[in-house]
């Protein structure tokens, strides 16, 4: 990448596929960044960037890519793949360009002491994964099997006259529990009658392509 093409990218500011980091931070943080974006659709980490998009580069470009790597080998399950790349930016400075791409292998996880968290990429904000995410990122094989019944029923016609649910909403709708009110639009999502969309709020589900037919 050259220096013109990086000034490019960081003029677009923070978002869904690019972080600024003037240096690579604690090491439960960068892998938390990392892991996000492989388990959305990618993105790219710019160290020596400042969060409002001065660029200061980093001293030591080996020390902080070790660094990078140590992370994500410590507290990242299982570890992401990236790509790293030195742009000159002065005479003693570099920025580093990280490119993590969506991962064929997710859902990925920060581990840190006995817990394990996944995180997703959303807006300009690396957040904790809701279950029906961590679940839909699972592969499974084979055609997908339902029944539609009342709840699913009901589920439809709110979609029909709002556009989107949440997984609360559809547990109140349909009287039922929440964990019930999961697996089924996790198993309507996988059968491409629901849309899955990442929220900052609370995750949300639309109709699929299935429904468009």
């Known amino acids: ?21 003037n240096r690579v931070p604690a090491p ?19 160290l020596g960037v400042e969060d409002d998009g001065t660029v200061i580069g980093v001293k030591d470009a080996a020390e902080e890519e070790f660094a990078l790597e140590q992370a994500l080998r410590r507290h990242a ?16 400075r570099d920025v580093i360009v990280v490119t993590v791409r969506e991962s064929d292998r997710k859902p990925h996880y920060v581990v840190v002491k006995r817990s394990r968290t ?15 995410a961590i679940g839909l990122m699972r592969k499974k094989t084979g055609d997908v099997l339902f029944e539609i019944r009342e ?19 559809f547990a109140r ?8 009110a999961s697996r ?4 309507l999502t996988r059968a491409d009658v629901l849309a899955h969309h990442l929220d900052v709020n609370e995750d949300y589900f639309t109709h699929g392509k299935a429904m468009a037919l």
């Open 1 to 21: 990448m050259t220096l013109q093409n990086l000034s490019h990218r960081i003029e677009l500011g923070e978002g869904t596929f690019l972080e600024f980091k």
């Open 77 to 92: 399950r299982p570890v992401p793949a990236i790509e790293a790349e030195r742009v000159r930016v002065s005479r003693k």
């Open 118 to 132: 996944a995180y997703v990429r959303v807006d300009d904000k690396s957040l904790e994964a809701s279950g029906e």
């Open 173 to 180: 709708l349909a009287g039922i529990s929440r964990r019930t």
């Open 151 to 169: 709840k699913e029923r009901l589920l439809l016609k709110y979609l029909d006259l709002y556009g989107r649910i949440s997984v609360t909403q």
């Open 28 to 46: 439960e943080r960068i892998a938390k960044e990392v892991v996000a974006f492989a388990n959305t659709r990618g993105g790219t980490l710019l």
């Open 184 to 187: 089924t639009l996790v198993l």
